[in-house]
T-cell receptor, first 115, second 114 residues
Framework: KQEVTQIPAALSVPEGENLVLNCSFTDSAIYNLQWFRQDPGKGLTSLLLIQSSQREQTSGRLNASLDKSSGRSTLYIAASQPGDSATYLCAGVSDRGSTLGRLYFGRGTQLTVWP | NAGVTQTPKFQVLKTGQSMTLQCAQDMNHEYMSWYRQDPGMGLRLIHYSVGAGITDQGEVPNGYNVSRSTTEDFPLRLLSAAPSQTSVYFC?????????????FGSGTRLTVV
């Protein structure tokens, strides 16, 4: 069964720091990978999608990479701001026959950026 | 705006009552799924569908039923609500049997069973 681990579980940093959030999968048969942001009491907002043929994606101050051979992904946030405070979730789409297309989530990294 | 629409946003049920959570998408996505989110447990898959007329169980299907009569709609039914079903429910859709352009999520239904 696919298990997704996100490290750290929580992170509190001052404004302006560069951050690295980590995600790892027990089964490296991942087709593509998505990073989501969730604000308290709200839904999931897609931040970045790394598709099957890609190894990384960038959007503004965010950069995500995926190493399929090891089943690991990293989300890099540059020059963090208080508005970045939220929970960040990684999710991988299974590329394994019996669970093809299913999305598996980590439990998230709760980020707090203070002024 | 195109996307996934969930109704209602909030619901309180008494134990034993039944209800249907609605989910609709207008992106012509084949793949639709229901998740529940509980503190400390993350998001867990309840049921999913790879197209109209086809549904299958996910990780935590007990107590829930689904059907998929159209591409657009994927309702989730609670037949006899239990306090253990208190949770936030999210519906999601994707193209390409889940391996398309990423998943789109609805805004969620916050359900409390008393």
């Amino acid at each position: 069964k696919q298990e997704v681990t996100q490290i750290p579980a929580a992170l509190s940093v001052p404004e302006g720091e560069n951050l690295v959030l980590n995600c790892s999968f027990t089964d490296s048969a991942i087709y593509n990978l998505q990073w989501f942001r969730q604000d308290p009491g709200k839904g999931l907002t897609s931040l970045l999608l790394i598709q099957s043929s890609q190894r990384e994606q960038t959007s503004g101050r965010l950069n995500a990479s995926l190493d399929k051979s090891s089943g690991r992904s990293t989300l890099y946030i540059a020059a963090s701001q208080p508005g970045d405070s939220a929970t960040y979730l990684c999710a991988g789409v299974s590329d394994r026959g019996s669970t093809l297309g299913r999305l598996y989530f980590g439990r998230g990294t709760q980020l707090t950026v203070w002024p | 705006n195109a996307g996934v629409t969930q109704t209602p946003k909030f619901q309180v049920l008494k134990t034993g009552q039944s209800m249907t959570l609605q989910c609709a998408q207008d992106m012509n996505h084949e793949y639709m799924s229901w998740y529940r989110q509980d503190p400390g447990m993350g998001l867990r898959l309840i049921h999913y569908s790879v197209g109209a007329g086809i549904t299958d169980q996910g990780e935590v299907p007990n107590g829930y039923n689904v059907s998929r009569s159209t591409t657009e709609d994927f309702p989730l039914r609670l037949l006899s609500a239990a306090p253990s079903q208190t949770s936030v429910y999210f519906c999601a859709s994707s193209s390409g049997t889940g391996r398309g352009d990423g998943y789109t999520f609805g805004s969620g239904t916050r359900l409390t069973v008393v």
